[in-house]
T-cell receptor, first 114, second 108 residues
Framework: DSGVTQTPKHLITATGQRVTLRCSPR?????VYWYQQSLDQGLQFLIQ???????AKGNILERFSAQQFPDLHSELNLSSLELGDSALYFC?????????????FGEGSWLTVV | GQSLEQPSEVTAVEGAIVQINCTYQ??????LSWYQQHDGGAPTFLSY????GLEETGRFSSFLSRSDSYGYLLLQELQMKDSASYFC?????????FGKGTRLHILP
């Protein structure tokens, strides 16, 4: 158990809908990262927050947004969902910005868009 | 741009040694790390190289050469439970970028 908690574990929704994925980082970790992993694809970096502020952005679609709250939990919002958005979404956390490249992943949220 | 290249699949025999290579085109990064991911599971941290050279952690070792933009993960005394995907990753500007992963198949 990495200490990173993600909910929901599984989610099935229809095209055009909006979903929110939630992440609680490890105790004491200030940085939260979001990644998307599609079938046979690597881990695509979406966005990173540090202590409530956005620090880095990857290939995140405009339909997607995220935020980190004062209690350091984070939410990833996916809207106008398309079939291609079906993927495993990981949250990860680290104490600070990625020195040492050691980040701890949650178990992921499986999103299926039908 | 930033990219890390690694082979898509590697096959080895139980008890043997296997090396998974990673080449990168990421300037100014701070180190190379390796993660293991079993099917349906979360990636877990294996090893990190902040400086050139070899880092050893039990059966796993990792190597980095900045001048060659190259690193590798070495797995010794392979066990069936090592069947998984292995990702190299590099950090820069608050991002950690992952390679597409190498699927390791282990034959009995």
């Amino acid at each position: 158990d990495s200490g990173v908690t993600q909910t929901p574990k599984h989610l099935i929704t229809a095209t055009g809908q909006r979903v929110t994925l939630r992440c609680s980082p490890r105790s004491g970790d200030l940085s939260v990262y979001w990644y998307q992993q599609s079938l046979d694809q690597g881990l695509q970096f979406l966005i990173q927050y540090y202590n409530g502020e956005e620090r880095a952005k990857g290939n995140i679609l405009e339909r997607f947004s995220a935020q980190q709250f004062p209690d350091l939990h984070s939410e990833l919002n996916l809207s106008s969902l398309e079939l291609g958005d079906s993927a495993l979404y990981f949250c990860a956390s680290s104490v600070n910005s990625p020195s040492g490249n050691t980040i701890y992943f949650g178990e992921g949220s499986w999103l299926t868009v039908v | 741009g930033q990219s890390l290249e690694q082979p898509s699949e590697v096959t080895a025999v139980e008890g043997a040694i296997v090396q998974i290579n990673c080449t990168y085109q990421t300037s100014g990064f701070y180190g190379l790390s390796w993660y293991q991911q079993h099917d349906g599971g979360a990636p877990t941290f294996l090893s990190y190289n902040g400086l050139d050279g070899l880092e050893e952690t039990g059966r796993f070792s990792s190597f980095l050469s900045r001048s060659d933009s190259y690193g590798y993960l070495l797995l010794q005394e392979l066990q069936m439970k090592d069947s998984a995907s292995y990702f190299c990753a590099a950090g820069r500007d608050d991002k950690i970028i992952f390679g597409k992963g190498t699927r390791l198949h282990i034959l009995p």
